[in-house]
């Protein structure tokens, strides 16, 4: 009679999957991902519309201390914290030392003031570093946290066509990402997913079906 292994059960229940960390391609000439890696992370490249890094449902923005100067000078990062702010769940990440906040670049009262702008009128959260391993180990910390699905009704501020279809459909109740990429991969487009029978959604849509049904159909003025 073959012997059981009682341990092998636990040992499969001891063992945890491994959080995948999505990091924009941009990134790739930052020490970051590979500091990722060397704390066991698994990490997918892709281009991202909003952030630099998403964690669990957290968007991040890393910037290195110049690099954040020089988009303060050129306004880039207004647009960026705009980004942001539409997420629940957002964070700025500043790369660099003491010496590197205060000194070239901009007055350390602009820099001091724009910090304050940050954290109270974008309401984005600021987390300092002291460099890319010490960036690398905050969102390995952050890794652990409870995961939350990402949204196109939070969205980069200019959609692509394709991204305008999804933002549209996740408009719908109960429709969420995942719901709305799945009915536009297998209708092709709006027109084909309102024009489709109860049969064909139910598929996707389930017991949802019936209410994503009657707002099509319902008319605004009765």
């Known amino acids: 009679m073959p012997l059981l292994d009682i341990f092998s059960k636990k040992k499969e229940e001891g063992k945890k999957e491994k959080t995948k960390i999505e990091v924009d391609f941009r990134e790739k000439n ?28 957290v968007v991040i923005e890393r910037k290195t201390i110049s690099d954040f100067k020089s988009s303060i000078i050129n306004k880039r990062i207004i647009t960026q914290l705009l980004e942001l702010k539409q997420f629940d769940k957002s964070l700025l990440v500043l790369e660099g030392t003491d010496e590197d906040m205060y000194q070239g670049g901009i007055h350390e009262n602009a820099f001091r003031g724009f910090l ?13 570093t002291h460099n890319e391993r010490d960036t690398a180990k905050y969102i390995s910390v952050l890794s652990r946290k409870e995961k939350k699905d990402i949204s196109f009704r939070a969205s980069k501020i200019f959609l692509s066509d394709k991204e305008q279809l999804q933002f549209i459909l996740e408009g719908f109740p109960n429709v969420g990402p995942k719901k709305a990429q799945m009915l536009l991969e297998k209708f092709g487009s709006l027109r084909e997913i309102i024009n489709s029978n109860e049969d064909d959604l139910k598929e996707i849509l389930g017991k949802r079906v019936e209410e994503f049904r009657k707002l099509i159909e319902m008319r605004y003025l009765e």
């Open 30 to 57: 930052s020490l970051v991902p590979s500091e990722l890696m060397k704390l066991g992370m698994e990490i997918e490249f892709k281009h991202l519309l909003v952030g630099d890094y998403i964690v669990k449902g």
């Open 116 to 128: 304050l702008s940050v954290a109270l009128e974008y309401e984005v959260p600021v987390i300092f």
